[in-house]
């Protein structure tokens, strides 16, 4: 499938998506310029982008492939490819592993998740298969149980590993508690969070000989984002030229940034899709141009619409319904997401401001043990990740309203704060 020109995917868009139609109402019938459109509202893209009634898609399903990307459990999340799109997303893709360090006649274990509509574990196995070098695919998946894997990747001689960094260090230290290491593994191709600096020094112990390494940036909502740049740092990626356009802008006025090393707010348009077009879509990532003139930037962390805790993406809504639900008496009058990471664990911290002398400390624990309830259930993957030692039990730390953090610009409030470490 051909890249579209960016005229044609505005008018298209405009023609068939009712989203995009009533989105784009207020404009000339002829826009060419993306700082023209207004960037997508997360929430009321996916309020459009339903199972029933279908108000983006510009087609009805009729060959297509459907997977499930971030939301509550009430409320599941749906992105559509069709056949060439999706051929395409790990075509290039597949190209950018390449940029990672995939070499011909690697032997690949793909440990990312499949099942449930997910789509990490196809799309690395065939982004793998549609790799410009020939490689061997070891399809394992991240559900096996290690007792297996680990002599799946010996008896192969796996050369490179590609999963998670919270899979990758689950693997990492089972095989430092057996007293074992992978001395074949050259490459650890991870993705889905970022890496920190006490997870390498784990992945050190157990693969002594591999380096690891970003195989690229995208999700299954925003698609293609970046690949892989060579070089020290593993969070600067260049845009998937010319299958898509990538624009950070700031964070309050929404304007387009160009010059290097100012921080803003990812916005993606996809010149491939057009079954679910995705045209100035926030990300859900910060990032800066590193270099500007070649596509390249470095990716900064989450931005307000969502934050990666270990293995689990929330997003500030969900903590926002929690908090409502719980809160039947309106106690709460801030809500702000702190994501910290100790002893190698990252944890979710909700803080909450209350009113100035609501301070009954038995009152603000059974609330806070109710609205940590509500949000366990709301992303039951956060205490299955508690359980299995991935990260460490939601809390509440209690505040007043002048206590959460603000853009020091625009005095709004910062919705996530990731206080992790990520050098």
Request: aromatic share 8%; hydrophobic share 40%.
């Amino acid at each position: 499938m051909p890249v579209h020109q960016l005229s044609d995917l505005i008018r298209y868009s405009r023609h068939n998506s009712p989203f995009y139609s009533s989105l784009y109402a207020h404009l000339p019938p002829v826009v060419d310029r993306l700082a023209d459109l207004p960037a997508v509202d997360q929430g009321e893209f996916w309020k459009a982008n339903t199972l029933h009634d279908n108000q983006v898609l510009t087609a009805p399903l009729g060959e297509a492939v459907v997977y499930k990307t971030g939301g509550t459990t009430g409320a599941p999340k749906f992105s559509c490819y069709t056949r060439e799109e999706w051929r395409e997303f790990v075509t290039a893709f597949g190209q950018g592993l390449v940029d990672a360090g995939l070499r011909p006649g690697h032997r690949v274990a793909d440990l990312f998740y499949a099942g449930e509509l997910y789509a990490s574990f196809l799309f690395i196995l065939d982004s793998l298969a549609h790799a410009p070098v020939d490689n061997v695919r070891l399809p394992i998946g991240g559900a096996a149980p290690l007792e297996t894997t680990v002599p799946t990747l010996e008896d192969f001689a796996a050369q490179v590993v590609a999963g998670t960094p919270t899979t990758l260090c689950r693997l990492a230290e089972h095989l430092v508690a057996t007293g074992r290491q992978l001395p074949a593994v050259e490459l650890l191709f991870f993705g889905g969070e970022a890496l920190f600096s006490d997870q390498r020094r784990l992945l050190a112990a157990a693969f002594p000989n591999a380096e690891p390494r970003s195989l690229g940036y995208a999700s299954v909502d925003a698609g293609l984002l970046g690949a892989p740049v060579p070089g020290p740092d593993p969070r600067v990626h260049r845009a998937f030229t010319p299958h898509t356009v990538v624009e950070i802008v700031d964070e309050t006025t929404g304007e387009p940034i160009h010059e290097a090393g100012r921080p803003g707010r990812v916005l993606v348009t996809q010149l491939y899709r057009r079954l679910m077009p995705v045209i100035r879509y926030p990300a859900g990532d910060r990032a800066e141009w590193t270099d500007p003139e070649a596509g390249h930037f470095r990716i900064l962390g989450r931005a307000e619409e969502g934050v990666r805790v270990g293995p689990v993406s929330l997003y500030s809504q969900d903590a926002l319904a929690a908090v409502a639900e719980a809160d039947t008496d309106g106690r709460v009058m801030g809500t702000q997401l702190v994501v910290r990471r100790w002893d190698g664990r990252d944890q979710l911290v909700l803080r909450l401001a209350t009113a100035p002398g609501d301070d009954d400390p038995a009152e603000l624990d059974v609330l806070a043990k109710a609205v940590v309830t509500e949000l366990n259930a709301a992303r039951p993957l956060y205490p299955d990740s508690v359980a299995a030692g991935y990260v460490h039990p939601m809390t509440v730390e209690w505040a007043r309203h002048s206590d959460l953090i603000v853009n020091s610009r625009s005095g709004k409030l910062i919705r996530v704060i990731d206080e992790r470490p990520t050098a």
